[in-house]
Antibody, heavy 122, light 112 residues
């Protein structure tokens, strides 16, 4: 059974750095063709892709947020961590992590975490 | 960036009736490997998105066969043959042929 769960602060102040952890089970991010991505959703709005990391440590970022994002993985702990610097109230959103496949069979986000709501406010 | 537009943005359906959602892409989503990297997700109220259809027309594990995906190139359709009460929520199309991954604005489906 594949599960993912996001964790981190629910409230951050403007200009602070946000660190979110995605803890997963049922798969390994060291397996060829497997990755984990982050997607966010401001309240009442659509989904926005943020970052991806793959089994081979290739990393990809949303061009509009690249300068503020860092994604890393800890294969031994089944963790993927996303940091976002210089947080602003417009970054208030539910942040999701999801498994991403990149193989000859598929390139889908298939399993998603429950999401964690992060509010940016002083 | 590839822009995805969805129509309609909201849809009210009588249970048992069919429903259809359109997604149009600003660029072709047909890859040289022959696959079309267009996906459909349903986000039920208060839940995270769940994968319905991957690579244009493949139903994900556990997805009822009343859901089907079709289309080609830049024009795509998600069809629900007979809407049930549990199908309410927001439907998103997504592309992953090119980074950044992008999503459509969503189509909210409710029951009459």
């Amino acid at each position: 059974q594949i599960t993912l769960k996001e964790s981190g602060p629910t409230l951050v102040k403007p200009t602070q750095t946000l660190t979110l952890t995605c803890t997963f089970s049922g798969f390994s991010v060291s397996t060829s063709g497997v990755g984990v991505g982050w997607i966010r959703q401001p309240p009442g709005k659509a989904l926005e892709w943020l970052a991806l990391i793959y089994w081979n440590d290739d990393k990809y970022y949303s061009p509009s947020l690249r300068s503020r994002l860092t994604i890393t993985k800890d294969t031994s702990k089944n963790h993927v961590v996303l940091t976002m610097t210089n947080m602003d109230p417009v970054d208030t959103a539910t942040y999701y992590c999801a498994r991403k496949l990149y193989s000859t069979s598929s390139r889908r986000f298939d399993y998603w975490g429950q999401g964690t709501l992060v509010t940016v406010s002083s | 960036d590839i822009v995805l537009t969805q129509t309609p943005l909201s849809l009210s359906v009588t249970p048992g009736q069919p429903a259809s959602i359109s997604c149009k892409s600003s660029q072709s989503l047909l890859h040289s490997d022959g696959k079309t990297y267009l996906f459909w997700y349903l986000q039920k109220p208060g839940q995270s998105p769940q994968l319905l259809i991957y690579e244009l027309s493949n139903r994900f594990s556990g997805v009822p066969d009343r859901f089907s995906g079709s289309g080609s190139g830049t024009d795509f359709t998600l069809k629900i043959s007979r809407v049930e009460a549990e199908d309410v929520g927001v439907y998103y199309c997504m592309q992953s042929i090119q980074l950044p991954v992008t999503f459509g604005p969503g189509t909210k489906v409710d029951i009459k």
